[in-house]
Every structure is written in structure tokens, then in C-alpha cells.
């Protein structure tokens, strides 16, 4: 049933005559701990965005009583107020002279809303919430301790800010598992986690934005790495960097470890690290010398590189270039002393083959010249994959032989014949790739590509530039238009910047975090310098809505900020004006939500709590719907001029309501509450009770409520100036967690009626922010003691190194001129299936005493290239038997 005005008023006057109850503070954390002891270790840090905003602990809340005579509309409510136990963030967003905000309910009650909507938390204003909120787009994006279809992570580097990461950015990753190490190519060379030490903590200290990463260990700098390739039989990694090198590194680090290593580049300025550590990552933090290094490529980067069946090293470059390293040139240049290292480079350096040439015929290669971006080693059946963006390449191990060549459609292009060693073209490549339907959104981005594609032509379509504008005329009838200074800005933005940032004293109280423009639109956000470790990820974004969707003199800009691991975006907005033109704002409202598309970072999820994937929902099942950017935001704030005004009254009525001060009435006649009630607009959002006067129309330099204009047009006044908000809230009434990581409430909404620079009245909204993340550590920590603790988790653990039993023919392979050898192998478990893989792990000669030489393995094992095992991993069934063929060439 739906309760009319008068019965919600005497809810809520009955809810406000209960005496407020002392509520216990709650905690959450991952479902790790085995006992109420650990849960409480686990237990989950709520921070403050103002340190100057803490509630003491013995701080009890009150709800707030309302005068039911006071006029509260149906649609108001306040937030939950935040628990005692939380902190309480504040932070302030002003709606200039072209910026502003609202929201709306849609009208239905339920008792339970009723009584959660009148009389808001200490300190708190009651909101109005728009209607369409929940379905769609307009849903808040899922939240969750764990994925509900995957087991919970190990996290042995939770996403660290992007602005910490200069030099630290980690590119590929490569395990090791019997010596339990996980490799990783950085930005500045190569790091290792051992696996025994990553539930440990740092101790003293570690570089910025490594505090949350388990312990590790950093080999010398070095240029990026962009592969990484695994040799067990030398206990080596091989990685390939961007400077056209290939680097061995001894996995037994002590012995190759020297003294520590220097800051790197930039750590000045809170960039390097706090106290010393005993592991990597900090600032006294031992590193280990590469034992083999050579210059594979003269001018381009290693993009790929595998390590095959046969022990040879294999790397891919720029062009197509593709080259094979011989193991005896590796073996010999590894059994060199120190001494010698630059002797052993340039054997290896020479000793190269050139894979391309191998398949290139009469001056025609089947093979494109486009950059060779991932090889994979097919040790199953001794192949080769190389993949360039437009193509796959199979090859022989052993011969070295290309067998095939794929196109992406996956049909086979052998035959095709293309002239080789032609750099690659990134330009053209762009252009051969179709572009997303977000790529298609964006305004910019989509303007030079048609006007680019349409000039090649040159028959169809013309282009003249008018002032700081560029148009564009299609033979289709269409015609585009670009608004030049909105891609960069103006000096009067700048001006604005440079002002606020010595209002607020930047540099030394507060440091900007980032800003946009789009023409006469600016965004830019300051955070306090005590929050700088915890704020980061910046990314900007502009939509234009003015003339066919490219001029920026209407439209909106947007910073998405990541603060404490959740992604807040900040939109200011200025929407199409006049009375009648409610539609049309409606409509900039929808194109900003849908197609503002922030450039990505590197890395995009969060690490305290899920951030379940666009495609799967919190059952683990696929959908279909593409969600934007902005709704995939914890919290989003839209400011600005939206331009909504007050209908269905004349300006001698309004002039007189805003005189009395009646603007409970005046609420009623507003555009942006109507279309927020109906959920056209804003679905979902909330805005704070409306208690100011109308910001929009002021004659400039005219103070008081007689500055509203009185000239010939007597525009009506109204409030044109609002902030709107969503948080994390997938119902009114929801605390603080993990499944609503930011729960938001506004504590002021007011007017600034004494400025007269402008016709409007810039608008101040200061929110308390509750914000939900874990600790890193002590979730490393909780899952650590589980493994070594729990029973079913030990028990499990066990039962994958389960060895079945299984017999073979032989037990030694002798060589006597023989060309082919059979054995078998037979799984003789009756509950496991059983998976073989055969190694090499040597070769050694009898000499004529009858001793053997020492036998010396090819890298990972390889096969010497006069073996030739048909099928070397597989599996078997239950009481199966297996055949294996050797073929020996002499």
C-alpha cells in the first residue's frame, strides 16, 4: 500500500519521538579466519578523507527531529548516518556560475523507506532520490568480498597507484614452481616473489606503493622487460628487454646477489622508500646481477621470446623479425668464467639464424612484416606459435620449419606471398582495425577518423576552417563540427586553476590532483597532501553536447579519482538552456552517462573487495549489457548548470515565494525534481534538501535577493545550480561494507549568495564519505595460516601431488645404432588419471675407456635436435597403457 502525504507525516513525526539506540559498531572482513580472534585481525579499515572530521569513539549519534509543519516533501529522506565506529570523511564540491546538481523519489513509500527517510543522522541533510534507479545502466555496480564463481586470490601484489609506479609498472609474469618463485618483468628490469615468504609483511618498510605487496627480491636495473622465458635444467630465467637485449638470471638469488641497489629514478619526493627492509623493495634491499647478456636486436625491443623443445631460444621483434638462438653457442658462452663475459656475448651474438629467411622464396616471404607480439612453445608435440596482430604462425621445433600461417578468421594463408623486412606501419594498422562501440562514442577520436578516411578519398567530402572551429561536409549531406579550443582549454581556465590552487594554498596544505577542459567547462580536483599516498589513478574525459554533439559550449568533463582503492568520477556539466527545453537536458544528461569513457589505467581493478567484471553478474552468470564507465564508479557526483527551471508559475510568483522564503513550495514547481520523480533523468541519484533560493537569474554586481533579473525578459528564477550524487548503496537503508564499499551522506548544501560576478550563485555540497577496504597484510596473513592449519585445505593440497602408479618397459634407453625405439608406459591407479611429460636431461658420450662424459642438460630440458619424440606429454585413463615412439637420426 502506498501511504499518502499526511500518513508518511505522522511516521515520521513517531519515528522522530523514539529515543535513538546505542547501535554497535560493525566490522567485516574477508571469511578467512578460523576463530573470532583472527575475524577480528581481518576486520576491514573504514578512512577518513579529513583527518579533522573523527568521531571520537564514545561519539553516539541522534537522530535528528523535523517539524512536521516544516513542509518536507514526500520525496526527501537523509541517508544512513554513518556508525560511530567509522571515521567521517568530508569533502566539498562548489557548482560555479556554469555548474549545478539535484534529485528526486519516485513517490511510492514502502514502511520501511518511510521510516528510513524523515529525520536524518547527526549532522546530516535529508535527500531526495530519483526514480529508474536499480535497472539497467542506472544499477549500482556489484561489490563483493569474493567472486561468487571463483576461490579466493592470493594477492602477492595488490594494484598499486599508477603515480607510484613509474619505473615499477609490471609487464609479464613467469612461475617456477618446484623452486617455488614467481618472476616478474618490471618497467626497470626484474623482480621475484619467493612464494615460502609472501604471507610475511615488510617490516620497516618498503618503497611507495609497494606497502601492500608481499616481500621481494630486484635484480639490477635494467630497461623494461618485455618476456620472460623459464629454464629449469640451468636454473635460469631469460627475459628480453626493450633495449634489444636478452638477460639471463641465476634462480638461486644469494649467490647472485650484490650490494644494494640505488634509488630509482624519481623516488624523491615521497617516491622512495620508508625505512629499511630485509627483503626487496625497500631502500637497503640486496639485488642479484644477470649471469649472460647479449644485444639480440641493433635498433628494436624484444617483444616475444620461448625457450623450445629442442633447448633453443627463440625471439620475435619489430617486422616480423624472428631469430633462433643454438644451444651450443648458450652452453659454451654459459661455461666461460666472468672474466670472459664479453667473449661469451659475442659468441652467442653470432651465432644467430634468421627464422625469416628461412621461409622467404625467390624474395617473397609468406610471412607478414608486422611485429611479433607473443610466441608460445608447444612442448607437447615440439611447435612454435608466433602471433603478429594479423596473423599466426606455426612452426617446427626440430626443423625449424614454418608449416603453416593463419589469418585471423583462422583459415590458412601458406600461400599468400608478401615482400619482407618492410617496417611495420602503426598508422595504417590503426586504420585496418574496426573500432569498438565505445571507440565510435567518442567525440574527438571519431571526428578526425571519419574526416581522415573521407579526405583519403578526396571526392567526397570537404573541410574548412572557420575561426576556432573546424567543419566538416560529407557527400552523405552529413556535417561535422569541431570545436579547436575545447581540445586543449583556455587561459581563462588556467586563470581559474592557478587561483584556487593559491586559495588553498597548493603545495603545502593541498596538491591538485587533476583537471579537464572543454571549452568554458573546467573540472579540477584538489585532495589534501596527508591523502596523497591513498589518492591516485586520475583519468580525464570530455563529451561534448552542443551543436550536433561537437561543440563544447554545452556538454560535460569528468575526472574519475581513485581513493582508497574505489573509483570515484566527478562530472561538471553544463546542459542545454530555455524554459521548453526539457527533452533536450534529459538527453545531455543521457549521452554524457552513456558515452563518457575515461582513458584506461594500467590495471583496473581494485584490490580490497571484487569488482565483478561487466560480463558476469553476482550469480557468476554472463549478460550482455555493456555498462559505462560512469556506472561501473562507487560514487559518482554530476555539478554544474544544468538549467532546469521553475514551471508552471510567473516570475511575480516566484519573486514573491522566494521573498517568504517558501520554497517547499517552489520545490514543487521544479523541472529537475518533476523529470526525477518520473525517472527520466538522474535515475537513481540523490540530492540534498533544496533550503537556498533560486541560483539563476542575477543581474551582475547586484547584491541581495533585488539583484534577480528585472529587465525586459524577466527570466523566471530557478534552480539552475545543483550537485548530485550515487554511492555504492544498492538500497536506501545499507551499511557500510564490503558488498557498499562507499556510503556517502551530505552535511551541507547551500547557496554562496554574496558573490556578483555572475547571473548565477556558485552552489557549495560538502559530503561525509564511509569508505570499506581491507588490509592487505593481515588478508595475506589469515590465508597463510589457513593453508598451513586447515585440514581439508591440507588435505587438498596433498592430493594434487598425488604421484598414480604407473609402470614403464624400461628403465634406461640405450643407443646402439638403432633408429627407432618403442617402450610403454601403463597407468595402473584405478581412481587417477595420469599426465607424463618426457625430458631430456642429458647427454653424455662413452669414451673409449668405457667412462661417460658428464652429462650437460639443453635448456628446459630440450631434446638434442638427432631425437625426434613423436608425442612427449599426454595423459592416460584409468588401466590404460601408452606407446611411446623415439625416432633417432644419425
Keep these: 500500500?502506498?501511504?499518502?502525504?499526511?500518513?508518511?507525516?505522522?511516521?515520521?513525526?513517531?519515528?522522530?519521538?523514539?529515543?535513538?539506540?546505542?547501535?554497535?559498531?560493525?566490522?567485516?572482513?574477508?571469511?578467512?579466519?578460523?576463530?573470532?580472534?583472527?575475524?577480528?585481525?581481518?576486520?576491514?579499515?573504514?578512512?577518513?578523507?579529513?583527518?579533522?572530521?573523527?568521531?571520537?569513539?564514545?561519539?553516539?549519534?541522534?537522530?535528528?527531529?523535523?517539524?512536521?509543519?516544516?513542509?518536507?516533501?514526500?520525496?526527501?529522506?537523509?541517508?544512513?548516518?554513518?556508525?560511530?565506529?567509522?571515521?567521517?570523511?568530508?569533502?566539498?564540491?562548489?557548482?560555479?556560475?556554469?555548474?549545478?546538481?539535484g534529485g528526486a523519489s519516485d513517490g511510492s513509500m514502502t514502511l520501511e523507506r518511510a521510516m528510513s527517510e524523515y529525520g536524518g543522522g547527526h549532522g546530516t541533510l535529508p535527500e531526495f532520490v530519483g526514480a529508474g534507479g536499480?535497472?539497467?545502466?542506472?544499477?549500482?555496480?556489484?561489490?563483493?568480498?569474493?567472486?561468487?564463481?571463483?576461490?579466493?586470490?592470493?594477492?602477492?601484489?595488490?594494484?598499486?597507484?599508477?603515480?607510484?609506479?613509474?619505473?615499477?609498472?609490471?609487464?609479464?609474469?613467469?612461475?617456477?614452481?618446484?623452486?617455488?618463485?614467481?618472476?616478474?618483468?618490471?618497467?626497470?628490469?626484474?623482480?621475484?616473489?619467493?612464494?615460502?615468504?609472501?604471507?610475511?609483511?615488510?617490516?620497516?618498510?618498503?618503497?611507495?606503493?609497494?606497502?601492500?605487496?608481499?616481500?621481494?627480491?630486484?635484480?639490477?636495473?635494467?630497461?623494461?622487460?618485455?618476456?620472460?622465458?623459464?629454464?629449469?635444467?640451468?636454473?635460469?630465467?631469460?627475459?628480453?628487454?626493450?633495449?634489444?637485449?636478452?638477460?639471463?638470471?641465476?634462480?638461486?638469488?644469494?649467490?647472485?646477489?650484490?650490494?644494494?641497489a640505488p634509488p630509482p629514478a624519481g623516488s624523491g619526493d615521497g617516491g622512495g622508500s620508508v625505512g629499511g627492509s630485509s627483503h626487496g623493495g625497500g631502500s637497503n634491499a640486496p639485488v642479484f646481477r644477470e649471469a649472460l647478456t647479449w644485444q639480440a636486436y641493433g635498433r628494436t625491443p624484444v617483444l616475444s621470446m620461448v625457450v623450445t623443445s629442442y633447448g633453443e631460444i627463440w625471439s620475435g621483434s619489430e617486422g616480423g623479425v624472428i631469430k633462433a638462438w643454438p644451444y651450443d653457442a648458450i652452453a659454451k658462452s654459459l661455461s666461460l668464467s666472468p672474466e670472459e663475459r664479453h667473449m661469451a656475448a659475442l659468441l652467442v651474438e653470432r651465432s644467430y639464424i634468421d627464422l625469416r629467411n628461412h621461409c622467404t622464396v625467390g624474395n617473397v616471404c609468406s610471412l607478414p612484416a608486422s611485429d611479433v607480439k607473443h610466441m608460445l612453445a608447444d612442448h607437447s608435440r615440439a611447435k612454435v606459435w608466433t602471433v603478429t596482430s594479423m596473423t599466426f604462425a606455426l612452426w617446427d621445433a626440430r626443423t625449424r620449419e614454418l608449416l603453416k600461417v593463419f589469418g585471423m578468421d583462422g583459415q590458412v594463408e601458406s600461400a599468400r606471398l608478401e615482400t619482407p623486412v618492410m617496417p611495420e606501419q602503426p598508422v595504417e594498422e590503426e586504420v585496418?582495425?574496426?573500432?569498438?562501440?565505445?571507440?565510435?562514442?567518442?567525440?574527438?577520436?571519431?571526428?578526425?577518423?571519419?574526416?581522415?578516411?573521407?579526405?583519403?578519398?578526396?571526392?567526397?567530402?570537404?573541410?574548412?576552417?572557420?575561426?576556432?572551429?573546424?567543419?566538416?561536409?560529407?557527400?552523405?549531406?552529413?556535417?561535422?563540427?569541431?570545436?579547436?579550443?575545447?581540445?586543449?582549454?583556455?587561459?581563462?581556465?588556467?586563470?581559474?586553476?592557478?587561483?584556487?590552487?593559491?586559495?588553498?594554498?597548493?603545495?603545502?596544505?593541498?596538491?591538485?590532483?587533476?583537471?579537464?577542459?572543454?571549452?568554458?567547462?573546467?573540472?579540477?580536483?584538489?585532495?589534501?597532501?596527508?591523502?596523497?599516498?591513498?589518492?591516485?589513478?586520475?583519468?580525464?574525459?570530455?563529451?561534448?553536447?552542443?551543436?550536433?554533439?561537437?561543440i563544447g559550449n554545452k556538454g560535460g568533463v569528468g575526472l574519475r579519482i581513485r581513493v582508497y582503492d574505489r573509483k570515484m568520477c566527478f562530472v561538471s556539466n553544463h546542459f542545454a538552456a530555455h524554459l521548453e527545453a526539457v527533452s533536450r537536458r534529459n538527453a545531455d544528461f543521457d549521452h554524457i552517462y552513456r558515452t563518457m569513457s575515461f582513458n584506461k589505467p594500467h590495471g583496473s581493478t581494485a584490490s580490497t573487495s571484487v569488482q565483478l567484471h561487466r560480463g558476469v553478474n553476482v550469480n557468476g552468470n554472463q549478460v550482455d549489457e555493456v555498462r559505462p564507465d560512469l556506472a561501473e564508479a562507487d560514487m559518482i557526483v554530476f555539478l554544474g548548470d544544468f538549467n532546469y527551471r521553475l514551471y508552471g508559475i510567473t516570475y511575480d510568483e516566484a519573486r514573491d515565494m522566494v521573498s517568504q522564503r517558501s520554497f517547499d513550495w517552489l520545490r514543487e514547481k521544479d523541472q529537475l525534481r518533476a523529470e526525477m520523480k518520473a525517472g527520466k533523468v538522474f535515475q537513481g541519484m540523490r540530492e540534498g534538501l533544496i533550503k537556498f533560493p533560486p541560483t539563476y537569474k542575477f543581474q551582475k554586481h547586484q547584491p541581495g535577493l533585488g539583484g534577480y533579473d528585472s529587465g525586459e525578459k524577466k527570466r523566471i528564477p530557478a534552480w539552475c545550480d545543483r550537485v548530485l550524487y550515487r554511492d555504492s548503496r544498492p538500497i536506501s537503508v545499507a551499511e557500510c561494507s564490503l558488498e557498499s564499499p562507499v556510503v556517502a551522506s551530505i552535511t551541507s548544501y547551500v547557496a554562496c549568495m554574496d558573490v556578483t560576478e555572475s547571473d548565477h550563485k556558485p552552489v557549495r555540497c560538502t559530503f561525509s564519505v564511509d569508505i570499506a577496504r581491507v588490509d592487505e597484510l593481515i588478508r595475506r596473513q589469515e590465508y597463510g595460516e589457513i593453508i598451513e592449519s586447515n585440514e581439508k585445505v591440507r588435505s587438498m593440497l596433498e592430493e594434487s601431488c598425488f604421484v598414480p602408479d604407473t609402470t614403464v618397459s624400461t628403465s634406461e634407453i640405450v643407443l646402439e645404432n638403432q633408429e627407432n625405439i618403442v617402450f610403454r608406459i601403463t597407468n595402473k591407479c584405478e581412481t587417477s588419471k595420469a599426465a607424463f611429460e618426457i625430458l631430456c636431461e642429458g647427454q653424455s658420450t662413452k669414451k673409449e675407456d668405457g667412462t661417460k662424459s658428464e652429462i650437460l642438460p639443453r635448456l628446459s630440458f630440450g631434446f638434442p635436435l638427432w631425437l625426434e619424440v613423436r608425442v612427449n606429454i599426454f595423459s592416460l585413463r584409468l588401466h590404460v597403457f601408452g606407446t611411446l615412439r623415439a625416432h633417432f637420426f644419425f
Design 432 to 550: 585496418k582495425v574496426k573500432p569498438s562501440k565505445k571507440d565510435k562514442s567518442q567525440g574527438s577520436l571519431n571526428f578526425f577518423q571519419k574526416s581522415r578516411n573521407a579526405l583519403i578519398g578526396a571526392a567526397d567530402a570537404c573541410i574548412k576552417a572557420l575561426g576556432e572551429r573546424v567543419w566538416v561536409g560529407y557527400a552523405s549531406g552529413t556535417v561535422q563540427v569541431m570545436d579547436v579550443e575545447g581540445l586543449e582549454g583556455s587561459a581563462n581556465g588556467q586563470w581559474w586553476i592557478d587561483n584556487i590552487g593559491k586559495a588553498l594554498d597548493e603545495g603545502t596544505s593541498f596538491y591538485r590532483v587533476g583537471s579537464r577542459q572543454l571549452a568554458a567547462l573546467l573540472i579540477a580536483a584538489w585532495a589534501r597532501k596527508s591523502l596523497k599516498p591513498y589518492v591516485g589513478d586520475v583519468d580525464a574525459a570530455a563529451v561534448p553536447c552542443g551543436f550536433g554533439r561537437a
Design 1 to 101: 500500500m502506498e501511504p499518502d502525504d499526511e500518513a508518511l507525516r505522522e511516521v515520521a513525526a513517531a519515528v522522530a519521538r523514539v529515543p535513538p539506540t546505542q547501535r554497535r559498531g560493525i566490522s567485516y572482513s574477508q571469511p578467512l579466519s578460523r576463530d573470532a580472534a583472527s575475524a577480528r585481525r581481518a576486520a576491514l579499515r573504514n578512512h577518513s578523507l579529513d583527518d579533522e572530521h573523527i568521531l571520537p569513539a564514545s561519539h553516539s549519534l541522534s537522530y535528528a527531529h523535523h517539524d512536521p509543519s516544516a513542509g518536507l516533501p514526500a520525496g526527501y529522506h537523509p541517508p544512513l548516518p554513518p556508525h560511530q565506529h567509522h571515521h567521517h570523511p568530508s569533502a566539498s564540491y562548489s557548482a560555479g556560475s556554469r555548474r549545478s546538481v
Design 134 to 260: 536499480g535497472k539497467g545502466i542506472f544499477r549500482v555496480p556489484l561489490r563483493a568480498a569474493m567472486h561468487p564463481a571463483r576461490p579466493p586470490p592470493l594477492e602477492v601484489r595488490p594494484h598499486p597507484l599508477r603515480e607510484t609506479q613509474a619505473g615499477s609498472f609490471l609487464r609479464t609474469l613467469a612461475a617456477e614452481p618446484q623452486r617455488r618463485q614467481l618472476w616478474a618483468g618490471a618497467e626497470s628490469g626484474i623482480r621475484v616473489w619467493a612464494l615460502d615468504e609472501v604471507f610475511a609483511g615488510w617490516g620497516a618498510g618498503a618503497r611507495r606503493g609497494d606497502e601492500e605487496s608481499a616481500p621481494f627480491r630486484e635484480g639490477v636495473p635494467a630497461p623494461p622487460a618485455l618476456c620472460v622465458a623459464l629454464d629449469r635444467a640451468n636454473r635460469l630465467m631469460w627475459t628480453g628487454h626493450k633495449d634489444g637485449r636478452i638477460r639471463s638470471w641465476r634462480m638461486d638469488l644469494d649467490t647472485a646477489s650484490t650490494a644494494p
